[in-house]
C-alpha cells in the first residue's frame, strides 16, 4: 500500500515567519512530488513540483526533496495570512500518472 | 493556462438514485482521473479514465458503483449509482500536473454530492 504521510496539525506560525511542511512516502519508486494548497471550499490548486533532489524555489516557496529519506518539504518565507490553508504533499510513481495524496497539514498564519 | 470545469457543481440526491458528473477540459488530455474528497478528508482516487479504453479502478472503487465515461480526449463522465449517503463527499476531475506550471489548473472545482 503506497502512502504519504503528512502532520495534520494545524502549524500555526506568526506572520512574517517562515512555515515548514513535511511529508515522507513510502513508495521508494516515486519520481515525481507536488504540493498543493487547498482553501477551505475550494478545489487543491498546485503551487510547487520537484522531480529531483535537492531544493527548488518559486518565489515564496521552496520546495526540497530528499529520495534517499523518502522526505518531501515545503517551506514558505514571509508567511502570510493569505497562506493560511490546508497543504497536501502529492507523490506520483512517474509523470503523468495519478497522484497518492497526503492527508494535508493545516496552516494558519497570524497577523 | 488549461480551464477544467465540472457539472453539476452540487446537488441534493435521495438515497438509491444516481448521478452523472461531466468534466471537460479545455484542451486534449490523454489521461483524466477522478478523485473523492470525503469530509475532513484528504483526496482518494476513485478510478484513471483513458480515451478509448476501460476506466482503470482503484481498489475499493468498482466499475458498477462508478461507471465512467471518456469519449473523447476533452470530456469524462463519472456516475455515482444507486447512492446512499456514504457517497457524500466532493468528487473532482483532474488532469496529470507537470511541466506547464504552476499556473495551470490541474483540478476541476469539484462536484459537492449529499445524499440523503
Known amino acids: 500500500q503506497k502512502e504519504v504521510e503528512q502532520n495534520s496539525g494545524p502549524l500555526s506560525v506568526p506572520e512574517g515567519a517562515i512555515a515548514s511542511l513535511n511529508c515522507t512516502y513510502s513508495d521508494r519508486g516515486s519520481q515525481s512530488f507536488f504540493w498543493y494548497r487547498q482553501y477551505s471550499g475550494k478545489s487543491p490548486e498546485l503551487i510547487m513540483f520537484i522531480y529531483s533532489n535537492g531544493d527548488k524555489e518559486d518565489g515564496r516557496f521552496t520546495a526540497q526533496l530528499n529520495k534517499a529519506s523518502q522526505y518531501v518539504s515545503l517551506l514558505i518565507r514571509d508567511s502570510q495570512p493569505s497562506d493560511s490553508a490546508t497543504y497536501l504533499c502529492?507523490?506520483?510513481?512517474?509523470?503523468?500518472?495519478?497522484?497518492?495524496f497526503g492527508k494535508g497539514t493545516t496552516l494558519s498564519v497570524s497577523s | 493556462s488549461a480551464v477544467i470545469s465540472q457539472k453539476p457543481s452540487r446537488d441534493i440526491c435521495q438515497r438509491g438514485t444516481s448521478l452523472t458528473i461531466q468534466c471537460q477540459v479545455d484542451?486534449?488530455?490523454?489521461?483524466m482521473f477522478w478523485y473523492r474528497q470525503q469530509p475532513g478528508q484528504s483526496l482518494t482516487l476513485i478510478a484513471t479514465a483513458n480515451q478509448g479504453s476501460e476506466a482503470t479502478y482503484e481498489s475499493g472503487f468498482v466499475i458498477d458503483k462508478f461507471p465512467i465515461s471518456r469519449p473523447n480526449l476533452t470530456f469524462s463522465t463519472l456516475t455515482v449509482s444507486n447512492m446512499s449517503p456514504e457517497d457524500s463527499s466532493i468528487y473532482l476531475c483532474?488532469?496529470?500536473?507537470?511541466?506547464?506550471?504552476?499556473?495551470?489548473?490541474?483540478f476541476g472545482p469539484g462536484t459537492r454530492l449529499t445524499v440523503l
Open positions: 502529492a507523490v506520483g510513481s512517474q509523470a503523468g500518472t495519478a497522484l497518492i
Open positions: 483532474s488532469v496529470p500536473p507537470g511541466d506547464r506550471g504552476t499556473d495551470t489548473q490541474y
Open positions: 484542451s486534449q488530455v490523454t489521461m
